[in-house]
Each structure stands twice: as structure tokens, then as C-alpha cells.
T-cell receptor
Framework: AQKVTQAQTEISVVEKEDVTLDCVYETRDTTYYLFWYKQPPSGELVFLIRRNSFDEQNEISGRYSWNFQKSTSSFNFTITASQVVDSAVYFCALSLRAGGTSYGKLTFGQGTILTVHP | GAVVSQHPSRVICKSGTSVKIECRSLDFQATTMFWYRQFPKQSLMLMAT?????????EQGVEKDKFLINHASLTLSTLTVTSAHPEDSSFYIC??????????????FGPGTRLTVL
């Protein structure tokens, strides 16, 4: 069975601080996909990034960056120079590659509530 | 592209009534749709997976007769909460996969439906 752990339940920072959200996953499969989603107060999930298990390259997108390390089964997310608009719940998730046209189920972590204070 | 809508966005009903929630893929054909439930300050829990034209597969602990899922077409899935009770109050989110681009690893999420049962 798959498992995703986000050990940080809540993080509070002041604007312009950098913040890293941790994500550790467990799976026995060698082919899998990792995701980060943002859920603002409106409730709608916003897709941030997808990584497959064969691509360990770190990625940077504006103020966001992701560090994928298979050796430690971690997929951490860093926001640089945080802003108030970054306040939201962030979820890390894992999906296995299913066969044929079937979709793998997403397993979500518990979520990290990020609050950025002005 | 890959837009998923849900209707209604918010519903309040009396205990004992049934409520139907629609999930539509607006610009792609969704061979698979997922239904999630999210309690306040908690993560998303998968309720069921439905493939177009076949019966839904429910997760352990989810009552099939309570949460009726129909996926009659490639663009529409419905979740009916039958004889709703206050404990069914939650945020229900659907996701769809099966984009014609063949991105079998990705789900596209709807904006969610907040159900309140009085």
C-alpha cells in the first residue's frame, strides 16, 4: 500500500521568508508519480507539479522549487520569498501507473496549512 | 484545457432527503472519474472510482447504497447521497482522468461541492 506523510501540520511565516514543506512517501512500485496541490480557502485544488519516478531533476518555477530525492523517498516543496497569497493548504500526493487506460488512485498526504503573515 | 465542473457548488438540505452532485468534464472525455470527500481541516479521502459504462468501485468503508455513483457518459458522473444525515455534511470533490491527450497519470479536479445537512 502507498503512503504519503506530511509531518508539518501547520507552518506560520512572515512575508518574504522562505519556507519548505516536507513530503515523504512510501511505495514498493518502481513507477509512480508525485504531485503537489494547493488548496486555497475557496476549496478548489490547484495543480502545482507532477514528477515521475524516473525523473529526479529538481524543478524551479518562479518562487516555487521542488527537490525530489528517491534515496530518502522525499519530494519537498520550497516557496522562496513567501507572500500572503501563498497562504493555503498544500497537499503532496502519490499515484501509481495503472495498466492500460486505467488511472492510478491518488494517495494524499495529510496536508500542511501554510499561513503567511504580512 | 482539461476543465472539470461540479454542480451545485453548495447545497443545504434537510435530514432524510437525497442530494445529487454532478461532475462534468467540459473539454475532454473522461473515461475515469473519482469522488473524494474532505472533512474540515483534513485530507481528501477517495470514496470511489467510476469508469464510464460500468459500476463504480468503492473504497473500503464507503457504503454503496448510501453514495450512489453513476458514470453514464464520458463527460458526466453523478454522486447521489441518499437519505442524507448531518454526518454526511462534507466537501465533496470529483476528479476526472482520460484526457484525449493520453495523460493517464493525471487527474483534473472539480471545484468541489459543500454539502450541509440540517
Amino acid at each position: 500500500a502507498q503512503k504519503v506523510t506530511q509531518a508539518q501540520t501547520e507552518i506560520s511565516v512572515v512575508e518574504k521568508e522562505d519556507v519548505t514543506l516536507d513530503c515523504v512517501y512510501e511505495t514498493r512500485d518502481t513507477t509512480y508519480y508525485l504531485f503537489w496541490y494547493k488548496q486555497p480557502p475557496s476549496g478548489e485544488l490547484v495543480f502545482l507539479i507532477r514528477r515521475n519516478s524516473f525523473d529526479e531533476q529538481n524543478e524551479i518555477s518562479g518562487r516555487y522549487s521542488w527537490n525530489f530525492q528517491k534515496s530518502t523517498s522525499s519530494f519537498n516543496f520550497t516557496i522562496t520569498a513567501s507572500q500572503v497569497v501563498d497562504s493555503a493548504v498544500y497537499f503532496c500526493a502519490l499515484s501509481l501507473r495503472a495498466g492500460g487506460t486505467s488511472y492510478g488512485k491518488l494517495t494524499f498526504g495529510q496536508g500542511t496549512i501554510l499561513t503567511v503573515h504580512p | 484545457g482539461a476543465v472539470v465542473s461540479q454542480h451545485p457548488s453548495r447545497v443545504i438540505c434537510k435530514s432524510g432527503t437525497s442530494v445529487k452532485i454532478e461532475c462534468r468534464s467540459l473539454d475532454f472525455q473522461a473515461t475515469t472519474m473519482f469522488w473524494y470527500r474532505q472533512f474540515p481541516k483534513q485530507s481528501l479521502m477517495l470514496m470511489a472510482t467510476s469508469n464510464e459504462g460500468s459500476k463504480a468501485t468503492y473504497e473500503q468503508g464507503v457504503e454503496k447504497d448510501k453514495f450512489l455513483i453513476n458514470h453514464a457518459s464520458l463527460t458526466l458522473s453523478t454522486l447521489t447521497v441518499t437519505s442524507a444525515h448531518p454526518e454526511d455534511s462534507s466537501f465533496y470533490i470529483c476528479s476526472a482522468g482520460g484526457s484525449t491527450s493520453g495523460r493517464f497519470y493525471e487527474q483534473f479536479f472539480g471545484p468541489g461541492t459543500r454539502l450541509t445537512v440540517l
